[in-house]
């Protein structure tokens, strides 16, 4: 018992692996203890992460009782709650993912760039007019971006989208009896209700007033329940991840001068950096998760059903099948990897295109309008830390010019 690998592993650096999941490299899986006491299956092979994170014989539903939990409490107070696309399967799923799918296309990323130019412009204004430096980019850019981001892809004001996710927070983390958990849920059912009751008076260019168009076309009246399980979809585990990557981005850049000098004046290598920026901080750690619900033979190993299973995307995203010299960050990569920093199969990360394309905005904006953009403290007295238990990051970025 005791030689069995305690989940979730942390890092003590970004781009650091931890030697833990190299020693599970040449079997690809192994055996890890779950918060809650039960052990749970762990997989670092490509090859196997596709086959869990795409085969129907795992489910992503965080519902059922033996799902491998992060927390010692049990997650079926979800089922006070309109369903969260990242706990559906199948059919549901599908059905449920194509319309915020459809709103994500290359195509309507493409629409909304100079919305999102104009957004990143107007925060890096604020950086530049700031009185007194240093700044911090992780309060000033990195979470502005993030927030500024949800608030345009929805239409709903940050004040509303901080509110729901301390509410989705105060249900999924805080609550702990079953009055508790009702009361959380219905907290904010009510708040995403009013929300959308005012949106439906000012509908504008963004995902919740097609949604609430398309439903009127349809069916003469608006499913708030829906909506909201639409809304809650984007508005929950998006910021963290965009904001985390910004500040792991720009860092980067900052560290990486002569690489930076050339991605600069080439946004074609600018899109691979950042492919190589996601694939080497691969920063949601300990997700995804799945519960097999058959016996499944993994490799030589027979996964039973009842099982769980945790696929962490930087172990996966450093194996040698990925890329060549996978625990190198190569900036100037000559090709895109195939790597699964956003998941894979039906639960791919909906934002898989549009976020590359901010990052690369985000980027190429800052230092192009800052060119002499420097850290304000030496790259060693930096901290990180994990933001919401999710994804490990700067905790200031502090930088003058
Ligand atoms: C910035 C970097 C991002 C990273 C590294 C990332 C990573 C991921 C990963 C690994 C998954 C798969 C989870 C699973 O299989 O259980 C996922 C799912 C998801 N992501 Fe992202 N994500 C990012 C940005 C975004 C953005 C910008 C959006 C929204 C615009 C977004 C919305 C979602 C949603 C809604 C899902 C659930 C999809 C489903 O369950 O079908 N993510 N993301």
């Known amino acids: 018992m005791t030689d069995v690998l305690s989940?979730?592993?942390?890092?003590?650096?970004?781009?650091?692996?931890?030697?833990?999941?190299?020693?599970?490299?040449?079997?690809?899986?192994?055996r890890v203890r779950m918060p809650t006491g039960h052990l749970a299956w762990l997989v670092v092979n490509p090859d196997y992460a596709r086959l869990v994170l795409s085969d129907p014989r795992f489910s992503a539903n965080k519902l059922l009782p033996d799902f491998p939990r992060l927390s010692p409490r049990p997650m079926e107070k979800l089922k006070h709650c309109a369903p969260f696309l990242v706990n559906m399967d199948g059919r549901e799923h599908a059905l449920a993912k194509k319309p915020v799918v459809q709103e994500l296309s290359p195509q309507r990323v493409a629409e909304a760039r100079p919305r999102l130019q104009g957004a990143v412009d107007e925060i890096i204004d604020a950086v530049l007019g700031r009185p007194e430096k240093p700044v911090d980019l992780v309060q000033e850019l990195s979470y502005p971006v993030a927030w500024r981001l949800q608030e345009l892809l929805l239409g709903l004001p940050t004040a509303e989208l901080v509110t729901m996710r301390q509410n989705i927070w105060d249900l999924v983390v805080t609550a702990g009896t079953e009055d508790e958990e009702v009361a959380a849920a219905a907290r904010l059912h009510e708040h995403v209700a009013d929300v959308l009751a005012e949106k439906e008076k000012h509908l504008g260019d963004d995902i919740v007033s097609h949604a609430i168009e398309q439903q009127l076309a349809e069916y003469g009246k608006v499913d708030r329940y829906e909506l909201s399980s639409?809304?809650?979809?984007?508005?929950?585990?998006?910021?963290?991840?965009?904001a985390t990557m910004v500040s792991?981005?720009?860092?980067?850049?900052?560290?990486?001068?002569?690489?930076?000098?050339?991605?600069?004046?080439?946004?074609?290598?600018?899109?691979?950096?950042?492919?190589?920026?996601?694939?080497?901080?691969?920063?949601?750690?300990?997700?995804?998760?799945?519960?097999?619900?058959?016996?499944?033979?993994?490799?030589?190993?027979?996964?039973?059903?009842?099982?769980?299973v945790a696929v962490p995307t930087l172990p996966v995203n450093r194996d040698p099948a990925v890329c060549?010299?996978?625990?190198?960050?190569?900036?100037?990569?000559?090709?895109?990897?195939?790597?699964?920093?956003?998941?894979?199969?039906?639960?791919?990360?909906?934002?898989?295109?549009?976020?590359?394309?901010?990052?690369?905005?985000?980027?190429?904006?800052?230092?192009?309008?800052?060119?002499?953009?420097?850290?304000?403290?030496?790259?060693?007295?930096?901290?990180?830390?994990?933001?919401s238990q999710q994804s490990f990051g700067p905790s200031e970025l502090p930088v003058t010019w």
């Open 248 to 308: 792991l981005g720009v860092l980067t850049l900052l560290t990486h001068t002569d690489e930076r000098a050339v991605l600069l004046g080439q946004p074609d290598r600018m899109t691979v950096a950042v492919g190589e920026m996601l694939r080497y901080f691969s920063i949601n750690d300990a997700t995804p998760l799945r519960l097999a619900l058959e016996d499944v033979r993994v490799g030589d190993t027979l996964i039973r059903a009842g099982d769980g």
């Open 230 to 242: 639409l809304v809650l979809a984007l508005a929950f585990g998006v910021h963290h991840s965009v």
């Open 7 to 30: 989940y979730p592993i942390r890092r003590q650096e970004p781009g650091l692996l931890p030697p833990e999941y190299e020693a599970l490299r040449e079997r690809g899986i192994g």
């Open 324 to 387: 060549p010299f996978p625990n190198r960050l190569d900036l100037l990569r000559e090709r895109p990897t195939s790597h699964l920093a956003f998941g894979y199969g039906p639960h791919r990360c909906v934002g898989a295109h549009l976020a590359p394309v901010l990052l690369g905005m985000v980027f190429t904006t800052l230092f192009e309008r800052i060119p002499t953009l420097e850290l304000a403290v030496a790259e060693a007295e930096l901290e990180f830390k994990y933001h």
